[in-house]
Nanobody, 122 residues
Framework: QVQLVESGGGLVQAGGSLRLSCAASGGTLSRYAMGWFRQAPGKEREFVVR????????YYADFVNGRFTISRDNRKNTVYLQMNSLKPEDTAVYYC???????????????WGQGTQVTVSS
């Protein structure tokens, strides 16, 4: 059973940066595609970015617009999300997820972290 723990969230001013981490235990992440999703208050959880198990193909949601970068270090069993030029509308709980199918849909992921809060002030 893979367990995921996110960290790195916090309060930042608009235009600032944060780096989220997602550390895995109980299994190796190298077997899984990884994704980041987010959920703002009163809204559904939405796809942000995903990366293939090999660290190769990456796919970003349109709203990212070059501001975020996903990476993974399979030796450390960790996935990262570097977020730059943050906007108030990026405020949400950010979740990492691991899945055998991956993709942009929640259903493609088998394991989820508990989430980390990101708050961007204007």
């Amino acid at each position: 059973q893979v367990q995921l723990v996110e960290s790195g969230g916090g309060l930042v001013q608009a235009g600032g940066s944060l780096r989220l981490s997602c550390a895995a235990s109980g299994g190796t992440l190298s077997r899984y595609a990884m994704g980041w999703f987010r959920q703002a208050p009163g809204k559904e959880r939405e796809f942000v970015v995903r990366i293939a198990w090999s660290g190769g193909p990456r796919y970003y949601a349109d709203f990212v617009n070059g501001r975020f970068t996903i990476s993974r270090d399979n030796r450390k069993n960790t996935v990262y999300l570097q977020m730059n030029s943050l906007k108030p509308e990026d405020t949400a709980v950010y979740y990492c997820a691991a899945g055998t199918r991956g993709g942009t849909d929640i259903a493609g992921y088998n394991y989820w972290g508990q989430g980390t809060q990101v708050t961007v002030s204007s």
